[in-house]
């Protein structure tokens, strides 16, 4: 016992002090302080096994709402890589849709007049009047800045849309009668075509099994109310027990 933790300990140092000794290499060349740090920081917690892990991967995961709960659960399941792994945003990842209905227009139209009326609402978000679309983590930026970001957003989406390999598309919704599985799928299949599937969870009925409604289609019951406005944070910290059910839900599915 003494002999492996010795061993693991070991192995733990070297390996830290290997990362952060290339993170200062990398980041000599910063000139800024600031940005050296923001650098070193952002990549702390970098890992090459993990980099091979998703490169390996045979599929990939977009969110298409209703909020950033996909995302964020994919993530924290492993199945989704971070961004400091090269991930690419999509516009659904950490946006609010008043219903998926609104989701679905935006697909439909392929984001047509996206950025025709997006205004900053009295509670301090952007919102995007032709869409419904609150943006909960973006009241930082400036119009132009938001802009920018949600059309470097809807060229990633379309990026991933031409990927070879198998896509996964997850959202949830509050209850799972106001979902038209017809219609996103008629929709994905005129973007997509073929070699998708739907995961769907519904928030609406925690005890119930998952569901597979045809080859394409998946129906994850879930999940624990998320009401402290740091959830993400406490999810990661393992403060909510119940969302392990949606991650082995979710790995059962996506292999």
């Known amino acids: 016992y003494i002999h492996t933790y010795i061993h693991t300990y070991i192995h733990t140092y070297i390996h830290t002090y290997i990362h952060r000794t290339v993170l200062k290499v ?11 740090k923001e650098f070193r920081k952002r990549y702390s917690d970098f890992s090459i096994t993990e980099f091979i892990r998703y490169k390996k991967m045979d599929y990939k995961i977009i969110p298409l709402g209703f909020n950033c709960y996909p995302r964020v659960i994919a993530t924290y399941a492993g199945l989704k890589p971070r961004k400091i792994y090269g991930e690419l945003s999509c516009p659904f990842d950490n946006v609010l849709c008043s219903s998926f209905g609104d989701v679905l227009n935006c697909l439909e139209r392929n984001f047509e007049h996206y950025f025709d009326d997006i205004q900053m609402g009295e509670d301090n978000f952007y919102f995007n009047n032709i869409y419904k679309i609150r943006y909960l983590h973006d009241s930082f930026l400036s119009k132009d800045e938001l802009v920018n970001r949600y059309k470097k957003r809807i060229k990633n989406f379309s990026k991933y849309l031409k990927s070879k390999k ?12 106001t979902v038209d599985f017809e219609r996103l799928l008629a929709v994905l299949k005129k973007l997509r075509k073929d070699n998708f599937s739907i995961i769907f969870l519904d928030q609406n009925n925690a005890s119930a099994p998952s569901e597979k409604l045809n080859n394409n289609i998946y129906i994850i019951h879930e999940y624990e109310k998320l009401t402290n406005p740091d959830w993400s944070g ?19 599915i996506i292999k």
């Open 234 to 252: 406490e999810l990661f910290a393992g403060k909510y027990p119940a969302a392990e059910s949606n991650v082995q839900k979710l790995r059962a």
């Open 26 to 36: 990398l980041s000599f060349f910063i000139f800024s302080s600031k940005k050296r």
């Open 166 to 177: 198998h896509i996964y598309f997850l959202f949830n919704g509050l209850k799972r009668d």
